[in-house]
């Protein structure tokens, strides 16, 4: 039998819900940029396709501000957004 050393998992909401620290992460990275965030209903919208091209479309934001807004996401989502995936997987390679 075969030994890996990699195991890669699709966590799209298929093992885990990640949807919340989705959502989180938009708030504070809109909260940040100084833009009122729309409903968490067309926030869950965003998940799946590019959060550039989201921003832009749904907030009607400049490609440089929804670039910053995504710096922030990001910064949010580093470190509190992958929480939920340690927790699930019982590991510490995300810190």
Known sequence: ???YNTVLFDLDG??????TGIIAS???GL???????PPDTTLMSFIGPSL?????????V???????VLQYYREYFAEKGHK????LLHIDYFS
């Open 84 to 87: 939920q995936v340690q927790d």
């Open 62 to 68: 400049s490609l440089e501000r929804a670039q910053t």
């Open 31 to 37: 909260r940040k940029a100084g833009i009122a965030a």
């Open 14 to 19: 298929t093992l885990t819900f990640p949807h």
């Open 26 to 28: 938009i708030h504070y």
């Open 52 to 60: 550039i091209e989201s921003f832009q479309e749904h907030l009607g």
């Open 1 to 3: 039998m075969p030994r």
